[in-house]
C-alpha cells in the first residue's frame, strides 16, 4: 500500500514547499491541506495556532500519511516540538532546515531573517540558529505585506520594489551574508529581494531546504518511494474558497489544479 507524505499550511503559500518537494522526489504521493478559512496564523496566539495545527494534522492522519510536513512558518515556531512528540510518524518543519543552511553558508556570521509577525515574534529562527552556532548575530523583519502582493500577483512591478526597499534597507545595513526567506509565499519575490540585497547576499529558501530534509527523513527510514514505483497522486485540501485556491495556487505551482477538494476540519 502506498503511503502518501502529508503537508499543511495556513493558506497557499505552502504550494511553495510543495512544488520544492515534488522536485527532490517526483515518485512520492502527497496530501495537501491548505486552512484557508483561519488564514492568516501569523498574526494570531501561539494557543489559537497550536489548535488550529493539530486539527490540520488530525484530518491528515485519517490518510494514514507516512511523514508530516508543516509548511506553515509560524505553525513551525510555535508546535513543532508538541507536534513530534504526539504524533505517531516523522514531523518535519520549516523553519531548522533553513536555520541550518543559513549557518552553513554565512562567513560573516551575520544571518537575516525575514517572515511574518508572529514568526518573528517567536524567535524560532533565531533559537535555531544559535543552537547551532552562538557566535552568529541574527537580525529580524517583518514583511506583512509581501503576503497579499504576492498572491494578488505582483512579484515584480514598482510597488513591490519600494515595499521590498521599505522592509529591506534597515537589515540591509546589518551587512549579512545570509538572508532566510522565512515565509512561504517569499521565494517568489527572489527577484526583488536579490536586487535589493545584492549579490553578496544568499537568499536561503526554506521551502527547498525543507525538501533535502524531507528526503533524508525518508531515506534513513527506508520508505523513500522511487519513480519507479509507479505514477504518483496528489490530493489537494482547503477549508474554505477552492476557486481561488486554484486560481492563486496555480501561480505558486507553475501549474493547473485539476481537484481541489472542501472539506470542514470539524466533522
Not at 495556513?10 to 483561519?38: C, F, H, Q
Not at 557566535?135 to 506583512?144: D, H, K
Request: hydrophobic fraction near 40%; charge should be neutral.
Amino acid at each position: 500500500m502506498k503511503r502518501a507524505i502529508g503537508i499543511f499550511d495556513s493558506g497557499i503559500g505552502g504550494l511553495t514547499v510543495l512544488k520544492e518537494i515534488l522536485n527532490a522526489m517526483p515518485g512520492e504521493d502527497t496530501i495537501y491541506l491548505g486552512d484557508t478559512a483561519r488564514v492568516p496564523y501569523g498574526t494570531k496566539s501561539a494557543e489559537t495556532v497550536m489548535r488550529y495545527s493539530f486539527e490540520n494534522a488530525k484530518f491528515l492522519l485519517k490518510f494514514d500519511i507516512k511523514l508530516l510536513v508543516v509548511a506553515c512558518n509560524t505553525a513551525s515556531a510555535y508546535c513543532l516540538p508538541q507536534l513530534k512528540k504526539e504524533l505517531p510518524i516523522p514531523v518535519v518543519g520549516v523553519i531548522e532546515p533553513g536555520a541550518k543552511k543559513a549557518v552553513e553558508v554565512t562567513k560573516a556570521k551575520r544571518i537575516g531573517v525575514i517572515g511574518t509577525e508572529g514568526t518573528i515574534r517567536s524567535g524560532a529562527y533565531f533559537d535555531a540558529i544559535k543552537a547551532i552556532d552562538l557566535s552568529i548575530a541574527v537580525f529580524t523583519q517583518p514583511c506583512p505585506l509581501f503576503v497579499p502582493l504576492v498572491e494578488e500577483g505582483w512579484i515584480n512591478n514598482q510597488i513591490v520594489r519600494l515595499t521590498a526597499q521599505t522592509y529591506l534597507q534597515d537589515i540591509k545595513g546589518h551587512w549579512i551574508d545570509a538572508l532566510i526567506l522565512g515565509y512561504t509565499h517569499y521565494p517568489l519575490l527572489k527577484g526583488v529581494i536579490s536586487d535589493i540585497m545584492g549579490e553578496n547576499v544568499m537568499l536561503i529558501d526554506s521551502g527547498r531546504e525543507t525538501a533535502a530534509e524531507v528526503a533524508r527523513c525518508l531515506m534513513d527510514r527506508n520508505i523513500l518511494k522511487t519513480i519507479s514505483s509507479g505514477q504518483s497522486s496528489h490530493q489537494f485540501f482547503v477549508t474554505d474558497s477552492p476557486e481561488r485556491f486554484k486560481q492563486v495556487g496555480s501561480r505558486f505551482m507553475g501549474a493547473s489544479f485539476n481537484t481541489v477538494e472542501l472539506v470542514n476540519l470539524g466533522n
